[in-house]
């Protein structure tokens, strides 16, 4: 979803056969992410609280989501009108 809207570059998943580690091209334009845990119920009704309560602004900024349509940010979850569980935010 962040390389969707051009805030991170290409990435890659090394394996060092623990943990695993993924490394990440920023592009710069990211401020600010985070997780919501626990992972929330998000209603399509209660996207817009949830983005006033954790986005600066309307126009700026995404809520990652899970949907049963798969992992997308909130404004495709509206479009698509389809409620999920929160997994976190960048802007």
């Not at 890659?12 to 992410?33: A, M, P, S, W």
């Not at 990652?64 to 389809?82: C, F, N, P, Q, Y």
């Amino acid at each position: 979803v962040m390389q969707r809207h051009g805030y991170i570059g290409e990435f890659e998943i090394v394996d060092d056969h623990r943990g695993g580690k993924i490394v990440v091209e920023l592009i710069g334009r990211l401020n600010k992410c985070g997780v919501i845990s626990p992972r929330f119920d998000l209603k399509l009704g209660s996207i817009e609280q949830w983005t006033n309560n954790l986005l600066p602004s309307r126009q700026f900024g995404y809520i990652v989501m899970t949907t049963s349509l798969g992992i997308m940010d909130h404004e495709e979850a509206r479009r698509k009108s389809t409620g999920g569980k929160i997994l976190g935010f960048f802007y």
